[in-house]
């Protein structure tokens, strides 16, 4: 896997930088659903960058590489009420998942790894113990 140096954060509920954001030249892309997202845009917000996610900006190739820049989700934070519905608006069951998901402040809620990963790993279709 290839050095990222540069990553580039769009708020979730933002459409035209959504799309820009994929011209930038950045490596990597971090499609936020935390600060950048007021209250009331949020469950909007999901369905655009599950739709981004998917594949909309850069669908997956026949020869199996992923074009342009790695896509990073970011997460509202585990202290709220919207970090589940945020991890299955962005990783669920998709042909393309992100690349990661950035996940503010776990520890400080006292959310424990473990617990975290046994809601993320389902998500993804993934079995225990595949992510790190």
């Known amino acids: 896997m290839a050095l990222l140096r540069s990553y580039l954060f769009a708020p979730g509920n933002q459409p035209k930088l959504l799309d820009r954001v994929f011209r930038s030249g950045a490596d990597a892309v971090v499609l936020d659903l935390e ?3 007021p209250a009331q ?18 669908p997956k ?3 199996g590489s992923v ?3 790695r896509v990073f989700v970011r997460i509202n934070s585990t202290g709220t009420n919207h970090w589940r519905a945020d ?3 962005s990783a669920a069951r998709r042909n393309r998942p992100p690349a990661g998901i950035l996940a503010p402040h776990v520890a400080r809620y006292g959310l ?11 998500a993804i279709d993934l079995g225990r113990g595949k992510l790190q």
């Open 61 to 63: 190739p026949a020869d």
């Open 112 to 122: 424990k790894r473990e617990d975290f990963l046994a809601v993320l790993e389902p």
């Open 35 to 37: 600060d950048a997202v």
């Open 87 to 89: 991890i299955d608006a």
């Open 41 to 58: 845009e949020k469950a909007a917000a999901r369905r655009l960058v599950a739709a981004t996610v998917e594949g909309v900006h850069a």
């Open 67 to 69: 074009p342009g820049p």
